[in-house]
T-cell receptor, first 113, second 111 residues
Framework: DAGVIQSPRHEVTEMGQEVTLRCKPI?????LFWYRQTMMRGLELLIY????????DSGMPEDRFSAKMPNASFSTLKIQPSEPRDSAVYFC???????????FGPGTRLTVL | GQNIDQPTEMTATEGAIVQINCTYQ??????LFWYQQHAGEAPTFLSY????GLEEKGRFSSFLSRSKGYSYLLLKELQMKDSASYLC????????????FGTGTRLTVIP
């Protein structure tokens, strides 16, 4: 079975530009999570969806961040406008239920210059 | 809230045994996970403990003591490919958003 798929794998952009990260969860998984990982703060949960509905976005750092899940097989995380401090690796993960193991995608390494 | 503490770095010799500790403070403990993360790659699930005791899975074992807020990951017969970061994650209470990760322990296996 294919795992969680993320694109792009690497993104380099300039400050002020819009960035869109994409995720395809594992088929049949009802939960989708967006994480951000930095050396200083480790893995932080930004937002999660249950059956395509955003449940908790309290981890989203600012209004510049938004996430959508238009259907069960696709989610986006958008940063607009991007800032250098947004540079990090962004992971998408999915699980069948909230108690099940979360499976992570390969991540998107974002660099904002 | 929760405070998850792990050593930042460890070094061990190929073929040896290494123990990576994790301590936590949480109100409403509801499970502890260990993930392995190779440099530049995604975290991958290793183990899950919700009850006290030792869970063994091949060369890897994980131990939990809820009363002490303590867990360890034990790696036996170390191989070079075990060089990676090991993340301790604690689930607090109920709800899918209550999984908190430590900053990880970077393990280097030397010949």
């Amino acid at each position: 079975d294919a795992g969680v798929i993320q694109s792009p794998r690497h993104e380099v952009t300039e400050m002020g530009q819009e960035v869109t990260l994409r995720c395809k969860p594992i088929s049949g998984h009802d939960y989708l999570f967006w994480y951000r990982q930095t050396m200083m703060r480790g893995l932080e949960l930004l937002i999660y969806f249950n059956n395509n509905v955003p449940i908790d976005d309290s981890g989203m750092p600012e209004d510049r961040f938004s996430a959508k899940m238009p259907n069960a097989s696709f989610s986006t995380l958008k940063i607009q406008p991007s800032e250098p401090r947004d540079s990090a690796v962004y992971f998408c993960a999915s699980s069948r239920t909230w108690t099940d193991t979360q499976y992570f995608g390969p991540g998107t390494r974002l660099t904002v210059l | 809230g929760q405070n998850i503490d792990q050593p930042t770095e460890m070094t061990a010799t190929e073929g040896a045994i290494v123990q990576i500790n994790c301590t936590y403070q949480t109100s409403g403990f509801n499970g502890l996970f260990w993930y392995q993360q190779h440099a530049g790659e995604a975290p991958t699930f290793l183990s899950y403990n919700v009850l006290d005791g030792l869970e063994e899975k091949g060369r890897f074992s994980s131990f939990l003591s809820r009363s002490k807020g303590y867990s360890y990951l034990l790696l036996k017969e170390l191989q070079m490919k075990d060089s990676a970061s090991y993340l301790c994650a604690v689930r607090e209470g109920t709800g899918a958003n209550n999984l908190f990760f430590g900053t990880g322990t970077r393990l280097t296996v030397i010949p």
